[in-house]
């Protein structure tokens, strides 16, 4: 059985990953296959980025830049992962740190409307929500884990891109990263980030600029290509394209990205036809 991990790692950097500081998410891009050049949507924002992920589609497709339901009216003309991948049988979970009370209403109503199984909110710490997401995976009936680590987002607007604050925070989830990497013996793991910041303003990530546009993408896995740099433009478009390709499903003709094929060994699935 095929079964997949997607860490969303908002707001990192693709500067902040180290050596020293995420020994992990490091090793994982030396190991494997990391891409070089990739780049989130415009505008640079965490909402528009998930809906993107979660679609296939730009943000001029999607319509959804805010925080709120209003691409609800459009899901009947879009087709999200979620639902393509439960169509086919394919059970899909999402694990996030926990929520406000204000966010939860609208954080089910979109994982449910998207196709997903279920949405699990648990921990205040990355490894505290990676230790969730394992349970999840030892006892749900899952095959595709998203799991949602905002910490570094969070602490990029309290206190700046790259402050120290910032720093410590991408060390909390790369400890999270260093656990879910477990798993890569028998899932492929990808970890993606939607958006840099500091760019213009120390504290914000929506204004054009490459650093907030540049994001890190790694890929690994028992059919990963080891020590592989993707060095063509990349786009977190393509993710949602790779995930239905691994899982030998026809690509939505709606979408704009295309799978990332030459992240894999030759024995990988061939590439799906467009549906």
């Known amino acids: 059985m095929r079964r997949l991990i997607i860490a969303l790692t908002d707001g990192l950097r693709p500067d902040a990953i ?20 990739a780049s989130t949507i415009r505008p640079s924002a965490t909402v528009a ?49 926990s929520l406000s009370l ?49 910490h570094c987002d969070r602490a990029g607007h309290a206190a700046g891109w790259m402050s120290e604050e910032y720093l410590a925070a991408a060390t909390d989830v790369d400890a999270a990263v260093g656990m879910l990497s477990t ?16 760019g213009v303003i120390a504290t914000e990530h929506d204004q054009p600029h490459p650093i907030n546009d540049h994001i890190p993408l790694i890929l690994a896995g028992p059919e990963v290509t080891r020590r592989h740099r993707l060095t063509r433009a990349i786009s977190i478009l393509d993710v949602p394209a790779t995930v239905l390709w691994w899982f030998g499903l026809a690509l939505p003709q709606s979408y704009e990205g295309r799978p990332l094929v030459e992240a894999f060994a030759a024995a990988a699935l061939p590439q799906a036809v467009a549906g």
């Open 102 to 150: 204000a966010v939860q209403p609208v954080a089910r109503a979109l994982a449910a409307a998207a196709g997903g199984r279920r949405i699990v909110a648990s921990g205040s710490s990355a490894r505290s929500t990676a230790t969730e997401a394992i349970r999840v995976l030892d006892t749900e009936p899952t095959q595709v884990l998203f799991i949602y680590l905002p």
């Open 183 to 198: 798993r890569i013996v028998d899932s492929l793991l990808i970890v993606v980030a939607d958006h840099g910041g500091g």
């Open 18 to 37: 180290t050596p020293t500081l995420m020994p992990s998410l490091h090793a994982l891009g030396e190991a494997y296959t990391m891409a070089l050049r």
């Open 49 to 97: 980025a998930l809906a993107s992920l979660a679609t296939g589609v730009s943000p001029e497709i999607h319509k959804l830049i805010e925080p709120g339901l209003d691409f609800l009216p459009a899901l009947p003309r879009l087709r999200p992962i979620a639902r393509e991948l439960g169509r086919a049988g394919v059970p899909t979970h999402v694990v996030t740190t």
